[in-house]
């Protein structure tokens, strides 16, 4: 499936779950915006990593989207949790 036609699904799932996507967000800014509201970027996933570590061993058609990200992030109040 095209890039295009994946995320226009991806748009309208989120929409009929009653959520608005918003994108365009470039990493550093998101770092940054995470810190200034007082949390610790815990992991950040790229395309790539979301493909080998949830998708490596499906069977079905699903594949990581083109230009998703994954990010974990923590309160600095929180940091010292582990999971």
């Given at each position: 499936?095209?890039?295009k036609s994946?995320?226009k699904?991806?748009?309208e799932m989120?929409?009929q779950?009653?959520?608005?996507?918003?994108?365009?967000?470039?990493v550093d800014?998101?770092?940054q915006t995470?810190?200034s509201?007082?949390?610790v970027l815990?992991s950040?996933?790229?395309?790539?990593?979301?493909?080998?570590?949830?998708?490596?061993?499906?069977e079905?058609?699903l594949?990581?989207m083109?230009?998703?990200?994954?990010?974990?992030?923590l309160k600095?109040a929180?940091?010292?949790?582990h999971l």
């Open positions: 499936m095209a890039t994946r995320i699904k991806l748009v989120t929409e779950l009653g959520e608005t996507m918003h994108g365009g967000y470039y800014d998101m770092w995470l810190r509201e007082g949390f815990q950040h996933f790229a395309p790539p990593d979301v493909e080998a570590w949830f998708f490596a061993n499906k079905d058609d594949k990581a083109e230009h998703i990200y994954l990010v974990s992030a600095k929180d940091a010292d949790y």
